[in-house]
């Protein structure tokens, strides 16, 4: 799976795509091939460290709004589940 990582704090210059293990689906996930992924607001301020209160870690995945087709989906996806 590919993902963009950002690796410091200096905006488009610190970014990275790199190939990463893909996710493992759980019981209640589902698995996303993702088709398109906008750059938003966040990800600019998160890219020139401006938002450091809120996660200062790196390197990073960057991103967080997707569109794509789902791929697979967790068996306990979509059940209702009683206590």
């Given at each position: 799976?590919?993902?963009?990582?950002q690796n410091n704090f200096?905006?488009?210059?610190?970014?990275?795509?790199e190939n990463i293990a893909?996710?493992?689906l759980t019981?209640?996930?589902?698995?996303?091939?993702v088709k398109y992924a906008p750059i938003?607001?966040?990800?600019l301020k998160m890219?020139?460290?401006a938002l450091n209160q809120f996660n200062s870690t790196l390197p990073r995945i960057i991103g967080y709004s997707f569109s794509g087709t789902i791929k697979d989906t967790g068996i306990l996806r979509n059940?209702?589940?009683?206590r």
């Open positions: 799976m590919k993902a963009v990582i200096n905006g488009v210059d610190g970014l990275s795509i893909s996710p493992k019981m209640t996930s589902d698995l996303i091939q938003l607001p966040w990800d890219e020139h460290g059940k209702k589940i009683s």
